[in-house]
């Protein structure tokens, strides 16, 4: 049972905090002013990792590699974790746990990304005045412009967040299926 609960909040609190991580990459790259509430909370709880990593790994072409190695490594200490936690010996699967550690980074941003989609198709429907629509929209733009150029309105209906969100879940389990047979050779 301690096994248990100690994996469910490793799962929690590393989830959240890689996520935050890819998500303050994911504002760089949108350009989003980094002057707004959110992004403020988002650097606050991320900066302890990335300013220092940003000495080493500056930002190129419009990437946040700091903020991305940071996810990476954040995913890499959560997997030790997870299988020391579980009675395994996290040494005897390093190679593999940095090949599973970028999955689970990718999984992250995934789930990001559907979570964001979600949440602005509920605020457009339920508040469409509401200030954090316009930050998931612009998030959330260059995933969907693509699907509103080939997919027409439906009646007056924006279905492209629900395209994205069913494209979300495909990439998920496609995940899980690589990590699957990641595991699956160990």
């Known amino acids: 049972m301690f096994g248990d609960i100690a994996r469910f909040l490793l799962d929690i609190v590393f989830t959240l905090f890689g996520a935050a991580l890819i998500l ?14 959110f992004s403020q909370g988002v650097f606050q709880v991320t900066d302890w990792l990335v ?4 000495r080493v790994l500056p930002g190129r072409g419009g990437v946040d590699w700091a903020s991305l190695v940071g996810a990476w490594l954040t995913a890499v200490v959560y997997l030790v974790l997870v299988v020391t936690v579980a009675g395994g010996e996290p040494a005897s699967l390093f190679p593999m746990v940095l090949v599973i550690a970028l999955l689970t980074v990718l999984k992250w941003a995934v789930n990001l990304l559907m979570w964001a989609t979600l949440l602005m198709g509920l605020l457009s429907w339920i508040n469409p005045r509401a200030p954090s629509l316009a930050l998931l929209s612009v ?6 412009n693509p699907i509103r150029r080939v997919m027409p309105l439906i009646g007056g209906m924006d279905l ?3 395209v994205l969100f069913v494209l979300t879940q495909i990439a998920l389990m ?6 699957f047979g990641v595991f699956g050779t160990l």
Do not use: E, K
Request: hydrophobic share 50%; charged share 15%; proline share 18%.
């Open 160 to 162: 492209s967040p629900l």
């Open 51 to 54: 300013v220092p990593l940003r």
């Open 24 to 37: 303050r990459a994911w504002m760089q790259a949108v350009r989003l002013p980094p002057r707004n509430p």
């Open 174 to 179: 496609i995940i899980g299926r690589i990590g």
């Open 139 to 144: 998030l959330t733009a260059p995933f969907l």
